[in-house]
């Protein structure tokens, strides 16, 4: 394509796609008489040279009709050569670097080196905007490879862009400049360029960040783009929305195709695939295709069972819609036997969304359900809106034994005074018996040993025993032995049970001296934690130089364990190695009893 074949005057507008000859091309030098006039082959709206005003090698123009309505061409060997002067050709791509005549380069977004690209925020210092910028990158000589350096790739994926100038679409940034390799101003390292509108908002590594995103909200950022992606696919386009750092998430919560060129292999299927791995991401914070593209994103790469089979979003996020487990699963080509589940299309994804999306609209006067991720501040439904639920409450648990302890005691009285009065009316004493109301009594846990005398442990420290991280909310864990239950010390929130990412977490209990202890008492809402009760030799010991004392799953509520007061013990390490609801555990209060001779 001759130099400046892009139509750069006021607001670029996009290319519907027709290419002559020429642009196949790529031709590399302008025509010395038009450049030094300065100007150039006229252009038509799609940016193809206009054949009716093309010029011949001396600079005279040439209707179709001089040569019988065949388009004129410029014979190779009369072409001057025009030499970019040695300023220009030191130019790289480093930020702050021009790009052209018209675009600055200013900051350097990500890369995908499958197509040999990279990503870039640009300026466009005519209309003073924000523009994206893909550039093509020369590759290092290869006498081995039938494309040493990337030319006939830059060159084919070039002409793809100027066959897609036409498309526009809300889910895909429009196409504004082409750069055809050999334009003048381009740095000498790149074979080409595609410019397009600037997509606002954040980066998919930058959505997952904080946590996943809700699973509405998911599937309706996904909807606009699997529509973008239908209809590229219907005029015999594809995006190449396969790799997480061509996609943004604008303020409103969209994803779009915000970097173009894709490679040359990509395919419709390969989009089918792009689309199920942002679904994927944005429900569990792990990008599911190329673990490369994943960690230069900054994301985790997705799980896998010992097969290669992924884990499915809802063995990663309980609360996850069955039919969006269902259609990640199978746009990413992991259904069940037989293929059945399998997507093959976009337009299927794109409805099979959509669907979702109305159902959840018409919902929307019920309160969604839990689904793992915190409320956004512009939801109708906020977490504060449901009612706290109380009945598993450890305060309210021990007010409710106090008050029946209380209206037992009443109740013997009543009935100690009526024994009196039934006894002086049939008795024919004058004298009545006394009778004494039995003592009311504290209830007696399931398995506690009796013990004669007890007396509370006073001298004791806590804290947390990780030795496979870094201490779940290590500053918190003095909560368990303040002596207030309403204070807590929790787990970090897992994504699976122990022991898939480590073997358990405890919190390690020193005494000012050994002490004789009798009995345990654990105050937890997060019923069924198993815990295991072991003695250490000292604060710092390791799990190995533990010795296991017994085995307990928590109740909601207090939870009394009887030890074995013979020997003495200066530290407990209270392990935890299953996990309550929700893959968390919550503690409010530790104490401990000793035997007194």
């Not at 106090?402 to 009196?420: E, H, P, W």
């Amino acid at each position: 394509m001759p130099d400046e074949t892009s139509a750069r005057q006021g607001e670029a507008k996009p290319l519907n796609g027709q290419i002559d000859e020429r642009a196949a091309r790529t031709e590399r030098h302008p025509n010395p008489q038009a450049d030094a006039a300065g100007t150039h082959p006229s252009l038509d709206p799609a940016g193809a040279v206009d054949p009716a005003t093309a010029t011949t090698h001396d600079g005279r123009e040439q209707s179709p009709a001089a040569d019988g309505g065949a388009t004129a061409r410029v014979p190779a060997q009369t072409r001057a050569t025009e030499r970019i002067p040695a300023a220009r050709d030191a130019v790289g791509t480093a930020a702050g670097s021009p790009l052209t005549d018209r675009y600055v380069l200013r900051q350097r977004t990500g890369s995908d080196p499958s197509a040999g690209a990279e990503f870039w925020r640009a300026e466009d210092t005519v209309l003073r905007r924000p523009v994206a910028v893909t550039l093509l990158r020369r590759l290092p000589a290869d006498d081995r490879s039938d494309d040493p350096e990337g030319s006939a790739r830059a060159g084919e994926m070039i002409v793809r862009a100027l066959r897609s100038g036409c498309f526009e679409h809300p889910g895909s940034a429009r196409l504004l400049d082409v750069l055809a390799p050999g334009t003048h101003g381009l740095p000498a390292d790149v074979l080409g360029a595609a410019v397009a509108e600037w997509v606002p908002g954040r980066s998919l590594a930058e959505t997952v960040a904080d946590g996943p995103v809700r699973a509405q909200r998911a599937a309706k950022a996904v909807e606009t783009l699997a529509a973008s992606a239908t209809e590229a696919h219907q005029q015999g386009l594809v995006l190449g929305c396969d790799h997480p750092q061509r996609i943004r998430i604008t303020p409103d919560g969209r994803a779009i195709l915000a970097f173009l060129l894709p490679r040359p292999s990509v395919s419709a299927a390969d989009d089918v695939r792009g689309l199920g791995g942002l679904l994927y991401t944005l429900l569990t914070r792990r990008w599911p295709l190329s673990v490369a593209d994943a960690a230069r994103a900054g994301l985790v790469a997705a799980d896998r069972t010992p097969t290669g089979r992924l884990r499915s979003p809802a063995q990663l996020r309980p609360g996850v819609p069955l039919e969006l487990d269902t259609l990640c699963m199978g746009a990413l080509g992991q259904a069940g036997e037989g293929g059945l589940g399998r997507v093959h299309t976009a337009a299927a994804m794109h409805r099979m969304l959509a669907d979702v999306v109305a159902e959840h609209a018409d919902q929307a006067f019920f309160p969604p359900v839990h689904d793992g991720a915190p409320s956004d501040p512009d939801d109708v439904w906020q977490d504060s809106d449901r009612l706290p639920d109380t009945r598993n409450d450890p305060q309210r648990r021990r007010n409710l034994r106090v008050g029946l302890a209380v209206l037992a005691i009443g109740v013997l009285i009543v009935l100690g005074y009526l024994g009196i009065q039934v006894g002086a009316l049939f008795g024919g004493s004058s004298t009545p018996p006394v009778v004494i109301p039995p003592a009311a009594t504290a209830p007696v846990q399931q398995g506690q040993a009796p013990a004669a005398v007890a007396a509370p442990v006073q001298d004791v420290s806590v804290q947390v025993f990780d030795p496979a991280g870094d201490g779940d909310n290590a500053a918190t864990v003095d909560r368990v032995v303040d002596g207030d239950p309403s204070t807590t010390w929790s787990t970090s929130r897992y994504f699976q049970q122990f022991p898939a990412l480590k073997p358990g977490i405890g919190i390690m209990v020193s005494f000012g001296s050994p002490e004789p202890v009798s009995r345990l008492t654990i105050d937890s809402a997060s019923a069924g934690t198993v815990m295991e009760v072991r003695t250490a030799p000292t604060a710092d010991a390791t799990l190995g130089q533990t010795d296991l004392v017994r085995t307990m799953t928590l109740e909601q509520g207090e939870t009394v364990v009887p030890l074995d007061a013979a020997e003495p013990t200066g530290h407990l390490l209270l392990w935890i190695t299953g996990l309550g609801p929700g893959n968390q555990s919550e503690i409010g209060e530790i104490s401990f009893e000793r035997a007194v001779q």
